[in-house]
């Protein structure tokens, strides 16, 4: 398989060289693959659906090829996935993709644990470690120091925004031992995000270390997390009729969405053959996206904090990625977009457990709120020609092909539960009146000491200290 560069197609490079470089260093840009191979017909027909370890296994092995072989690629999809996503229907036509099973409790893990053994694997000869860079707006640090903990070869930094995370998160972010240390930057994700690309141009650093990302701006991340797409569209399709009596119903995924890699891997998995019929970009108040499906002008911003605080992105590094693969008039074709502020995200945790019994967490409740309103009208009144704000929350007046589908009762809906409730249990419970459980793998990370250090949003001080620290 070869990879391009989101910025200069010209640019041609195996998986080895995405992996490791993280992104183009001369460039910018991000790594793509340059086609999206079908999966076989014979997996996609196959009843009952095939196990989630053997869909991750049939849809990594085209983007590797030749650079893993199969019994590798075999005993890393293994070795990363002791668990598994569940697909949980609440309503007859609304299933939750919980994909909050693995070791941090949030999806990231998906797509961090492959990365890191993809990493160690092409890293396994070299004598100098490979020092992975990440910043994070809440799980993504998490998962990634997890995954990286004690992996040979492999040194992680991750940034994080201080304040701007649940106090469980930074827990998780700060307590890393070893290989593993974080930096708790006086800045937004913004800040973060800008320190991580900057590091990565500047030639003289790179000289220094070997350096590479663990954001979904790496391809090795973003690839698995398309695993988990497949595999529960094909669950909803096999057990839909069961469900609600739709014969063939028309598949909506509904991502909440930051840095839209999560929702990009869905587009992967789409374009290699998994049964979606389209998407829906829900955001919280950071609505780049939706503001830019509507006006068809990408207009980043400074970040604002939400109790969403995973999503709360004002500029999205994988916009580079939906706008290599499709254009505006595509995107609009494919996804429907909403936003909600933080009022709806309370009232939409209660709404979710009043009327299904769910505890649902911030993020995931944005999916619901937008799923819930277009199946009960909203779409329905944007066919009919109603026009809509969108400066106000709610979808954003924008026609998908599918629309027809929701109207006619023809579509269902699955909707991403991204980060176990418990992990912010404050807002659960204020919304919900029911403290939801912490999981224990959550619990003992409470009582280890914090370990994190202070670190200004400026280049310089960051450059030195990782010049001083990491030599």
């Known amino acids: 398989m070869i990879y391009t560069d989101t910025r200069d197609s010209s640019v041609k490079v195996d998986f080895r060289t995405a992996v490791v470089n993280g992104m183009n260093s001369v460039t910018g840009g991000l790594y793509m693959p340059t086609e999206f191979p079908k999966l076989n017909k014979s997996l996609i027909c196959k009843a009952p659906e095939p196990s989630f370890r053997e869909i991750a296994f049939e849809s990594a092995k085209p983007f590797v090829q030749d650079e893993i072989p199969d019994a590798d690629l075999q005993a890393i999809i293994a ?21 909050f099973h693995g070791p941090t409790c949030a999806f990231k893990d998906f797509g961090a644990r492959f990365m890191a053994r993809v990493m160690s694997y092409f890293n396994k000869d070299q004598d100098k470690p490979l020092h992975i860079l990440v910043a994070t707006s809440g799980d993504t640090g998490s998962a990634v120091g997890s995954a990286f903990h004690n992996v040979p070869g492999l040194d992680v930094t991750i940034l994080y925004p201080q304040g701007k995370i649940s106090p469980l998160q930074e827990k998780q972010l700060s307590t890393f031992t070893g290989n593993v240390r974080a930096l708790r930057v006086d800045g937004n994700f913004d800040d973060c995000q800008r320190l991580v690309k900057t590091a990565f141009t500047d030639k003289e650093l790179r000289n220094r270390f070997r350096l590479s990302s663990a954001n979904s701006i790496n391809i090795s991340r973003l690839l698995p997390q398309s695993f988990y797409y497949t595999y529960a569209s094909l669950v909803v399709k096999n057990r839909s009729w069961r469900d609600n009596k739709i014969e063939n119903p028309s598949v909506i995924v509904v991502v909440p969405s930051g840095n839209f890699g999560n929702l990009t891997s869905g587009l992967i998995a789409k374009e290699m053959g998994a049964p979606i019929t389209g998407f829906v970009a829900a955001t919280n108040s950071n609505r780049t996206i939706p503001d830019w499906i509507f006006s068809g002008e990408y207009n980043p911003r400074a970040s604002v904090a939400t109790l969403s605080n995973a999503m709360d992105v004002g500029a999205p590094s994988n916009y580079e990625r939906i706008k290599a693969m499709y254009s505006l008039e595509e995107v609009r074709k494919l996804f429907a977009s909403y936003w909600i502020d933080d009022k709806g995200t309370m009232a939409a945790i209660k709404s979710c457990h009043v009327r299904t019994g769910y505890i ?42 599918w629309a027809n589908d929701v109207v006619n009762k023809n579509a269902v809906g699955i909707l991403l539960e991204t980060a176990h409730p418990a992990k912010f249990g404050d807002t659960v419970a204020k919304a919900t009146g029911r403290e939801p459980s912490l999981p224990d793998r959550l619990e003992k990370v409470m009582m280890l000491p914090d370990r994190s250090i202070p670190m200004t949003s400026n280049y310089d001080d960051l450059r030195e200290w990782l010049i001083s620290n990491l030599e």
Request: without cysteine; glycine residues 8%.
């Open 79 to 99: 070795d990363a996935y002791p668990f598994m996503p569940k697909v949980v229907p609440i309503d007859p036509i609304s299933y939750v993709l919980e994909l």
């Open 360 to 401: 649902i967490d911030p993020h995931g409740s944005v999916a619901w709120q937008a799923w819930d309103d277009i199946r009960r009208g909203s779409m329905e009144k944007l066919s009919s020609g109603f026009e809509g704000n969108p400066n106000e929350p709610g979808l954003t007046p924008n026609l998908p092909e």
